[in-house]
């Protein structure tokens, strides 16, 4: 083998644990809503190497951009506590991934929230990011719905949120039980899924977070 041949060689091999070293590691972040999935993922941020990308904030950011064509969608499909469909979704979450890794080639962990939230959402994301991005598993935070209902009427206070109201609570509450849960089903029989009791409060919480995520890594 010629120097020329054997250096295109190493470059291939060297190209190839790159890629395989710098696949994005996902790690989905699932809960009713105002479990607390927000208020964990920017707590694991300041403690370990991840970003934080919440499908909701990617959408209502979407929602909000002048010259969106899906800003309308999104705003009525939020208020009414429906799952925008994937298309949207996977495009808005596949850009924040691209750009976080080509501003920063190590940042290649994700805490994905607030997705896969139903079948329509899993199905996107198997089209899309099979085989370009590892999901490692699944925290789930669990909280009962009355709680989650308080926590939001709480945050609406203050949150300026158009859904952060009692009547769209309750459909997203429905929406939670009738498309979510099964999702988390599907990954509790592939043993992806950690629970935590996210009706404690804030630190105990994190407390339990933290000794998934230091045996996970
Ligand atoms: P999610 O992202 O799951 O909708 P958030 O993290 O936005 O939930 O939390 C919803 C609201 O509840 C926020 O106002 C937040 O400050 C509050 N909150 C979050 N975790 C707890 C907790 N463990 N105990 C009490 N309030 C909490
Ligand atoms: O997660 P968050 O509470 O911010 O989501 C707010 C709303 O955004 C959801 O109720 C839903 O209407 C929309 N959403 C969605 N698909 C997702 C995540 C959020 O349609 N995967
Ligand atoms: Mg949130």
């Excluded at 994937?86 to 924040?96: G, P, Q, S, Y």
């Excluded at 607030?114 to 996107?124: A, H, I, V």
């Excluded at 719905?145 to 952060?164: A, F, H, M, P």
Aim: aromatic share 8%; hydrophobic share 35%.
């Amino acid at each position: 083998m010629n120097v020329r041949a054997l250096r295109s060689s190493c470059e291939k091999v060297w190209s190839a644990v790159w890629v395989v070293a710098m696949k994005p590691q996902v790690v989905f972040v699932l809960g009713g809503p105002g479990a607390g999935k927000g208020t964990q993922c920017a707590k694991i941020v300041q403690h370990y190497s991840y970003t934080h990308l919440s499908a909701g904030d990617l959408l209502r950011e979407e929602r909000n951009r002048k010259d969106s064509e899906d800003g309308s969608l999104i705003d009525s499909y939020i208020k009414e506590g429906k799952i925008v469909p994937v298309e949207i979704t996977i495009n808005l979450l596949r850009k924040a991934m691209e750009e976080t890794m080509k501003k920063d080639e190590n940042k290649f962990r994700f805490l994905i929230d607030g997705f896969p939230r139903n079948q329509d959402n899993l199905q996107g994301w198997t089209r899309v990011m099979d085989g370009k991005a590892d999901v490692k598993f699944v925290l789930f935070f669990d909280c009962s719905n009355d709680v989650c209902i308080d926590r939001c009427l709480e945050r609406g206070k203050s949150s300026g949120r158009t859904d952060d109201n009692r009547e769209s609570l309750e459909k997203r509450i429905q929406t939670y039980l009738q498309s979510t849960r099964p999702i988390i089903e599907q990954y509790e029989k592939q043993g992806k899924v950690h629970t935590i009791n996210a009706s404690q409060d804030v630190n105990e919480v994190f407390a339990d977070v933290k000794k998934v995520l230091d045996k996970e890594g």
